[in-house]
């Protein structure tokens, strides 16, 4: 996860850092966005590197439409949009779990996007222990991802296929399912 703006460390260390999660064979990063200047600068490092980018379009589990987020978000989802380096925007994180109530501002956060990038994916990120939340959820996203923090289990990829599988499944089979995760 890189956060915004870079500490004058991080900065420094940016390039090795780059290097290590490329040759560790990642090809994604996370990042908060901030104001487009310090958003835009972290895309054109991404690019250089390689590297695709989910920006988090959220801040204090409040999603981009949040009256604390709004103007922020507004500006600078319009100022990245469509930039070669952006994989996707993250609303939120377990949205069942941290947003109440839930439909009203989901559905804003995504329309707040849209207007203002009409190109790029919208993800929405749900762990399996909220798997019955998996259909609603997928209503405000184009891609749903599953977290299933498999760092603790010892079957790991039979419970991440069951997750997707799920999610597929409460999805329709009509939108894309993807699962992160942790070491």
């Keep these: 996860y890189l956060r915004l703006p870079l500490t004058p460390m991080e900065e420094a260390h940016e390039a090795v850092l780059v290097a290590e999660?490329?040759?560790?064979?990642?090809?994604?990063?996370?990042?908060?966005?901030?104001?487009?200047?310090?958003?835009l600068k972290t895309l054109e490092a991404a690019k250089a590197a390689g590297l695709k980018v989910l920006a988090c379009a959220y801040a204090n589990m409040r999603p981009s439409a949040h009256p604390d987020n709004i103007g922020l978000y507004r500006?600078?989802?319009r100022a990245i949009s469509g930039h070669e380096a952006l994989f996707a925007y993250v609303l939120l994180d377990e949205p069942q779990a941290n947003l109440h109530p839930l439909e009203d501002m989901l559905y804003a956060s995504y329309r707040l996007v849209r207007e203002n990038d009409p190109y790029t994916p919208v993800m929405l990120v749900e762990a399996p222990a909220l798997y019955a939340a998996?259909?609603?959820?997928?209503?405000?996203?184009?891609?749903?991802?599953?977290?299933?923090?498999t760092s603790a289990r010892e079957d790991v990829l039979?419970?991440?296929?069951?997750?997707?599988?799920?999610?597929?499944?409460?999805?329709?089979?009509?939108?894309?399912v993807v699962s992160l995760f942790r070491t």
């Design 75 to 77: 500006e600078t989802i």
């Design 158 to 176: 039979h419970y991440t296929a069951e997750h997707i599988g799920k999610a597929y499944e409460a999805t329709a089979y009509k939108m894309p």
């Design 21 to 39: 999660m490329k040759k560790a064979g990642i090809n994604t990063v996370r990042i908060g966005l901030s104001d487009a200047k310090s958003t």
């Design 134 to 149: 998996y259909e609603n959820t997928s209503k405000y996203c184009d891609i749903l991802a599953v977290d299933p923090y």
